[in-house]
């Protein structure tokens, strides 16, 4: 079955300092691999995925994150993290697409992230 | 805003009773899916319909259940409700044969059983 892993679940940075937000995933195959942002009292926001081709993507906000099939990992980074980062991040994986119309995502618990000013 | 909505925002009722959440998806988009959200158990997929049919079952109790109609849009019942049931409730939608795989989802509704 696959899973996710989120190792941390609190992170606190200062405003301007880089940020890294790690996930770690387990699945048979190269997955399908999702960053998702909440703020508080919104729904969730996609920031970025992964597909295949360049293991460096590039998403909103300033944010990119890197597939590292020998490591499981799809971590995410922002080099200078902006005081309306405070968020919660969520981390997921999916099977690669079919085409059936089914496409179902698992997620992790989440990285609340809090930003000093 | 992700075009997805969810109505209502915020739903209270007391144990043993029942409440409907409804869902409109993108335009366009031919899936639907439902998630709660606790701080125990985290984000779980519940259900998800595609053009009016189940396509996927996740940890849905059977106390819940959940219908795609005609126009695309989806609620999901609860009934019989338990302290344990207050969440949040996301809706989020997918496009159709085409391949999109990527959700977006609604502002959500949440959930107190008191």
């Known amino acids: 079955a696959q899973s996710v892993t989120q190792p941390d679940i609190h992170i606190t940075v200062s405003e301007g300092a880089s940020l890294e937000l790690r996930c770690n995933y387990s699945y048979g195959a190269t997955p399908y691999l999702f960053w998702y942002v909440q703020s508080p009292g919104q729904g969730l926001q996609l920031l970025l995925k992964?597909?295949?081709?360049?293991?460096l993507v590039q998403g909103i906000k300033g944010f990119e994150a890197e597939f590292k099939r020998s490591q499981s990992s799809f971590n995410l980074r922002k080099p200078s993290v902006h005081w309306s980062d405070a968020a919660e991040y969520f981390c997921a994986v999916g099977p690669p697409y079919s085409g059936a119309g089914s496409y179902q995502l698992t997620f992790g618990k989440g990285t609340k992230l809090s930003v000093i000013p | 805003d992700s075009g997805v909505t969810q109505t209502p925002k915020h739903l209270i009722t007391a144990t043993g009773q029942r409440v409907t959440l409804r869902c409109s998806p993108r335009?366009?988009?031919?899936?639907v899916y439902w998630y709660q959200q606790s701080l125990d158990q985290g984000l779980q997929f519940l259900i998800q319909y595609y053009n009016g049919e189940e396509r996927a079952k996740g940890n849905i109790l059977e106390r819940f259940s959940a219908q795609q109609f005609p126009d695309l849009h989806s609620e999901l019942n609860l009934s019989s409700l338990e302290l344990g049931d207050s969440a949040l409730y996301f809706c989020?939608?997918?496009?159709?044969?085409?391949?999109?795989?990527?959700?977006?989802f609604g502002p959500g509704t949440r959930l107190t059983v008191t």
């Open positions: 989020a939608s997918s496009g159709g044969a085409s391949g999109s795989h990527e959700q977006y």
């Open positions: 992964y597909f295949s081709g360049d293991t």
């Open positions: 335009s366009g988009d031919l899936s």
